[in-house]
């Protein structure tokens, strides 16, 4: 199939005006004008979308499907206070409404433009929610305990789904890796478990580190409020915990698991250059997560400073438990406006700019998955993973100049018209070709209802 529009932006070079890319199975066969294109391969099918991008489809490289229910309730509490309260709505949702929630985010991902996904989760229902909708990505199994009486049995479990979710991926682009929950919901000797378990078995490895002030004084000093009501409604109160005197980055340095080859750091917010050092010289990415750090009053991650220490960083929506959305638009955008609100005027010559972000949150995020040579960019032999962006019926997105700074400065999911997955159409002007819309809209009212209050 050929797809033509306005504007193809690969990503990897400079944009095509007019341009094609060419599909074949589930594979990019070729990019180029569509006059080339054409010319070359006589008789294609052709899909036009006029004036509109096509460009590689967004990786979200932090996300937590199975929590889009939670979409607006706790939504004006500062980090610490938003994780407990969402922790005691938990029990309130029955197994089938975690996987209902987690279809509506694979639903929501698709239909913003979202190809690729890197999701945390302990029950697996990413990855059913990601098959059944056609989405792409790395769901790693998460484990957590700070008891280390439970560190054998809770890895023993992990190492079983991760198998059983290896099986239910089958043939599908879904790879499974293993996420240690975070320094204050993990005991060390969990880190280094884990750290042995993703070597032996090849697996990719993700963390939440240095989010919130809080996380940091709990580890550096053994105080706030981690260290006292979580930890009492964790089941954590009668387990031991000694202030580290260093920073989660440095504390986490030595229990192994940085020395791993595919090591994913999410947030980084609360970190200084000690730290950054620490991470760029162990080839350690970063997901930044700039609108929830904001909402949740995390801070502002030192994206320059991850820059000129040569950071691999993509950009993660953190699901919409904590920031509503999962959109990438606003995503790009909101992390690129926080950049400039810090670096100021005088930055000019290192001003940040839309193309940027569209790197962040397509082959910078590929990159940071360790996914480059696969997903990221349209080149051909990539896996066909392309969307369309609308660029001309919409009175906000009228009229265009830079494509790339619609994209960022003005676009949002609404005006994603499609989403092809390895070359398998998902989305296309509003439907949803793979799930039933109605029925998930519904299901996810039915479960809000049980999360009021
Ligand atoms: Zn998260």
């Known amino acids: 199939m050929l797809l033509t529009a306005k504007y193809v932006i690969p990503v990897s070079g400079p944009h095509i005006e007019d341009g094609a890319v ?16 054409v010319a070359a391969h006589p008789g294609e099918e052709v899909r036009d979308f006029g ?33 407990m309260q969402v922790q005691r709505k938990e029990p309130r949702l029955a197994p089938a409404d975690w996987m209902d929630s987690a279809v509506l985010g694979a639903m929501e991902a698709v239909g913003s433009g979202i190809t690729t996904v890197a999701d945390i989760t302990d029950s697996g229902n990413s990855v ?15 484990v957590s305990t700070m008891d280390k009486r439970q560190v054998a049995g809770r890895m023993q479990t992990a190492e079983a789904d991760i198998d059983a979710w290896r099986a239910l991926a089958g043939d599908d682009p879904i ?44 580890v550096r000093y053994g105080s706030s409020n981690l260290a006292q009501d979580f930890r009492e409604q964790a089941g954590w109160h009668d387990v031991a915990w000694m202030p580290t005197g260093v920073s989660p980055v440095q504390y986490v340095l030595q229990w192994g698991l940085f020395d791993l080859e595919r090591v994913l750091a999410v947030h980084c917010v609360q970190v200084d250059e000690r730290d950054i050092d620490v991470l760029a010289s162990h080839g350690v ?4 997560c700039p609108r929830c750090n904001a909402k949740l009053g995390m801070g502002i991650a030192p994206l320059r400073s991850f820059f000129e220490h040569g950071l691999t960083v993509g950009l993660g929506t953190d699901s919409p438990a904590s920031n509503n959305t999962v959109d990438p638009f606003d995503e790009m955008r909101i992390g690129l406006l926080l950049q400039r609100s810090v670096s100021g005027e005088s930055d000019f010559y290192r001003y940040f700019t839309a193309r940027t972000f569209m790197r962040l949150a397509t082959i910078h995020g590929a990159r940071a998955l360790g ?27 009228v009229p265009t100049a830079d494509p790339y700074s619609a994209l960022v400065h003005t676009a949002n999911q609404k005006d994603v018209l499609a989403t092809m997955v390895a070359g398998r159409m998902l989305f296309d002007r509003g439907e949803y070709l793979t799930v039933d819309k109605e029925r998930a809209l519904a299901r996810a009212q039915e479960i809000r209802d049980k999360l009021r209050g």
């Open 285 to 288: 990415s970063v997901a930044h």
């Open 175 to 218: 790879e499974i890796g293993i996420a240690p929950h975070s320094p204050y919901t993990c005991h060390p000797s969990l880190f280094s478990a884990a750290a042995t378990l993703a070597s032996d078995r090849s697996l990719p490895v993700a963390i939440h580190l240095a989010g919130s002030r809080d996380e940091y004084d709990f």
């Open 51 to 83: 004036l509109a991008v096509l460009m590689p489809g967004f990786v979200d490289v932090h996300t937590h499907l199975e929590y889009s229910v939670f979409r607006g309730a706790v939504d004006d509490v500062p980090y610490t206070a938003w994780k």
């Open 371 to 397: 996914m480059e040579d696969e997903i990221g960019s349209l080149e051909a032999g990539k896996r066909a993973d392309i969307i369309a962006v609308d660029l001309s019926s919409s009175p906000h997105m």
């Open 128 to 142: 059913r929610a990601a098959k059944q909708t056609g989405l792409a990505g790395i769901v790693y199994r998460e």
């Open 22 to 37: 060419l599909v074949s199975g589930d594979r990019i066969v070729a990019v180029g004008t569509r006059q080339d294109v």
